[in-house]
């Protein structure tokens, strides 16, 4: 099953705390952030999918004692967070993030820089939706798991998942 499912299948569950509210307002933000840096969505939706693959391989790293849970917990969001930025990757990994983004979209480092603290704090806000509404600490977290579980050809569906999203809304 793919992201997108895990997260449709996470909104019917009413025990995990996806929403199409919480859905919407991610795609909100990253419209809203499109406008703000004058970047095209396709653009910004490209670098959610860089940014997506990093983070995966970020959370694989800290999956073992429920850590990736944790950082998923402490630094999902809306907002700007340039903590949820360093707390998973070092500076060259963040220089490496943004020359990949730069390469894919054309879009000028600087301004790539400036969206990393937006970005990072979007991918987790989505893979949150799985968390449980009692514990969101306990495991279990589907959306999760199948962004983690993925096969491995290095293709995060973070961007794809977004675009289905908003023709799931839109209906």
Do not use: C
Not at 34 to 45: E, I, L, R
Not at 86 to 91: G, M, P, Q, T
Not at 119 to 137: A, E, F, I, T, Y
């Amino acid at each position: 099953m793919g992201l997108f499912d895990q997260i449709v299948s996470a909104i019917d569950n009413p025990n995990l705390q996806a929403s199409a509210g919480q859905l919407g307002g991610i795609l909100n933000t990253v419209q809203s952030l499109s406008g703000s840096q004058g970047a095209s969505s396709d653009s910004t939706q490209a670098a959610l999918g860089v940014v997506g693959k990093h983070v995966r391989s970020a959370l694989k790293s800290q999956q073992s004692g429920g850590q990736a849970q944790s950082l998923v917990n402490q630094f999902s969001g809306t907002g700007a967070n340039p903590n949820a930025v360093s707390a998973l990757f070092s500076e060259g990994q963040q220089q490496q993030i943004v020359q990949e983004i730069s390469q894919r979209t054309g879009l000028d480092s600087k301004m790539i820089v400036g969206m990393l603290p937006m970005l990072v704090p979007l991918v987790l806000n989505l893979l949150n939706s799985g968390s449980q509404n009692q514990d969101p600490r306990q495991g279990g977290n589907p959306v999760l798991n199948s962004f983690l579980d993925s096969d491995g050809d290095g293709d995060v569906d973070v961007s794809d998942a977004l675009k289905m999203a908003g023709k799931f809304l839109s209906r």
